[in-house]
């Protein structure tokens, strides 16, 4: 399904703004997120949520529902046929980052959500909606599964970094419309 305008005889198509919009924001509350995961207390065995560990649970939450609504979006509205000239195996490629991106995605909040649980705190949308325990208070899965969030922290965190480079690559070197396809006002 082609998205986006078309302009006199240029072929271009982005994706809507909705979808920009959302990946936009994910990447400001991922920023605003690994910042406060570098910056927060150390957890030991008791310690208890404070004001930085509280925003990393509330701002994990929201990332999570976010991406649910970007993950509703993109089924729906399903992404611009790649741009014209790219070789097969680039947009192969370009797809499976973008996939592993979203299950990452999911799967490092719900094993820090799992972690908090463990731990017998409430995950609380910026202490106003309180979310379910994951599992019970001293699961040790629960216990183990913070250590699983914070190593696929990092590799969320380098998949990432190859995705940007990748756009910067379409950006500067290739000089293609890739990077205008995720951009606001195209
Ligand atoms: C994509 C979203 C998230 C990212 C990128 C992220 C990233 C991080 C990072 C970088 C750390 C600290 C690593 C270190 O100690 O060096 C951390 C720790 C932690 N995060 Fe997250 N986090 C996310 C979502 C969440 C959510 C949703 C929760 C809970 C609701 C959560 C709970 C925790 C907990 C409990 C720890 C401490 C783990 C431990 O030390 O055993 N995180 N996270
Ligand atoms: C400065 C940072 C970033 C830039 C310049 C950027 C750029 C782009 C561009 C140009 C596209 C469209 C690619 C295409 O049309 O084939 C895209 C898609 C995407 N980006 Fe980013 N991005 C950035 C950061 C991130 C981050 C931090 C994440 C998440 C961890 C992310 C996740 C995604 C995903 C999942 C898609 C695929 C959209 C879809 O087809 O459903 N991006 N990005």
């Known amino acids: 399904m082609r998205q986006g305008g078309s302009g006199a005889g240029q072929e271009f198509s982005g994706y809507t703004a909705v979808a920009v919009f959302l990946h936009w924001l994910m990447v400001a509350l991922l920023t605003a997120q690994y910042a406060l995961g570098w910056t927060m207390p150390e957890i030991h065995r008791g310690t208890q949520p404070e004001t930085l560990i509280n925003l990393h649970l509330s701002v994990g939450a929201l990332i999570l529902f976010v991406l649910l609504c970007r993950l509703l979006w993109r089924l729906t509205h399903p992404a611009p046929p790649p741009p014209a000239g790219l070789p097969g195996w680039q947009n192969l490629i370009s797809a499976l980052v973008h996939w592993l991106l979203y299950a ?83």
């Open 104 to 186: 990452l995605l999911v799967i490092v909040p719900v094993l820090g959500w799992m972690n908090a649980s463990a731990r017998g705190w409430t995950v609380t949308l910026f202490s106003a909606v309180p979310l379910p325990s994951l599992v019970a208070d001293g699961s040790p899965l629960g216990r183990s599964s913070g250590d699983v969030h914070v190593a696929l922290s990092y590799v969320l965190l380098a998949a990432a970094g190859l995705h940007v480079v990748a756009a910067l690559y379409h950006r500067f070197l290739l000089r293609d419309d890739v990077m205008r396809r995720m951009l606001p006002g195209k």
